[in-house]
């Protein structure tokens, strides 16, 4: 590595974004989506990407469905092995929000040999390869290619019973929300970028990060529980926002009841925010009252990392859905409601 010394490298100086934050934003995603011809016709394929959804689902005939999904980007957490675990976690988490199981996943890499060295690429596969572990599957292969920027990622594979498929589409009039992570990794990981971040707060996105979002694929069984996301690169209000276009509803949110990092509410105060949040904001903003401070704009926006479940279940499925949250040892918190009032705002802040 041009005689640097691994021990020294900060992965995060080497890429132009962190994480999730590298998303493309909302906005600009309809644009390059709506450029794009439609897929062939196919009765098989139930969730595609006109339904703007975590992952591909296809129909196999048999009550089964295979789900398809792809993730990746640059370095978030400046640590090789752990870079490789949370970007793995993130990527099976698609899978997780669809209420399906993974199977088996294959590597994404790309690596500035000459900057980073073949070396520091090992130790994030290697972090890939425990996050697979972990879930239970094999990282059965990959590509890598030699790349300006590095990025590391999964496209995994996985089942479900296609009576236990949750879409983020399928909301009803009346659900309560629940989210399973507090906001603020998207803070954070900027502050780290800055070299803001103080030392005793390093551990903190990165542990919420290699949570997995398991828990899904029991959601999935539970026939009240309408619909399901993980909130990543969009933010919480741009995912939610997909929930609420594609259900045609809207949503009330108390800010005071949805889960924020302590020191990530510090350091957006101090001015530390994630270029990502602004443009997510801005591909909302028209439709969100209430999001009427820096603050609230910058976390509720704030992209988020392997970030947690988007819940909508039913009132009557409520408790059930808390109990099986609590003796997974998920945490959780309820931050409002899905109306199909006449509001001319999709999300109000309360």
Not at 145 to 158: C, H, K, S, Y
Not at 207 to 224: E, F, K, V, Y
Not at 321 to 330: A, D, H, N, P
């Amino acid at each position: 590595m041009n005689g640097t010394d691994k021990s020294e490298v900060r992965l995060t100086q080497f890429s132009h974004g962190a994480g999730c934050g590298c998303k493309i934003a909302p906005a600009d995603l309809d644009k390059i989506l709506a450029s794009t011809s439609g897929p062939m016709p196919d009765d098989h394929l139930l969730v595609g990407y006109h339904n703007r959804d975590d992952a591909a689902v296809y129909d196999l005939g048999d009550g089964r469905a295979v789900i398809s999904t792809t993730d990746f980007f640059s370095p978030i957490v400046d640590e090789a092995f752990d870079f490789g675990r949370i970007a793995a976690t993130n990527a099976l988490s698609d899978i997780y929000a669809m209420g399906g199981k993974p199977l088996l996943a294959v590597a994404i890499l790309g690596w500035p040999l000459e900057k980073l060295g073949a070396e520091l690429a090992a130790q994030v596969v290697e972090g890939g390869r425990q996050a697979c572990r972990d879930a239970g599957i094999p990282l059965a292969g990959g590509h890598s290619i030699d790349a300006p920027e590095p990025f590391f990622g999964l496209a995994v594979t996985g089942e479900v019973r296609i009576e236990h498929i949750k879409r983020n589409d399928t909301a009803r009039a009346g659900d309560v929300l629940l989210l399973t992570k507090p906001l603020g990794v998207g803070v954070l990981s900027t502050a780290q970028k800055r070299g803001k971040l103080r030392a005793e707060h390093q551990h903190i996105g990165r542990d919420l990060m290699l949570q997995p979002n398991s828990i899904g694929t029991a959601l999935g069984t539970m026939a009240g529980v309408h619909a399901l996301t993980d909130v990543t690169g969009f933010g919480l209000l741009g995912h939610l926002m997909e929930m609420c276009l594609g259900s045609k509803l809207n949503a009330r949110l108390q800010y005071s009841d949805i889960p924020l990092i302590p020191e990530a509410v510090d350091y957006v105060k101090e001015g530390c925010y994630a270029d990502g949040a602004l443009r997510n904001w801005k591909s909302i903003a028209g439709q969100v009252d209430g999001a009427n401070t820096m603050e609230r704009m910058m976390l509720l926006c704030d992209p988020q990392t392997s970030g947690g479940l988007l819940i909508a279940c039913a009132k009557s499925e409520l408790e059930n859905v808390e109990l099986l949250l609590k003796g997974s040892q998920v945490l959780f918190r309820r931050i409002g409601e899905l109306h199909d009032d006449t509001s001319n705002k999709r999300v109000i802040v309360g």
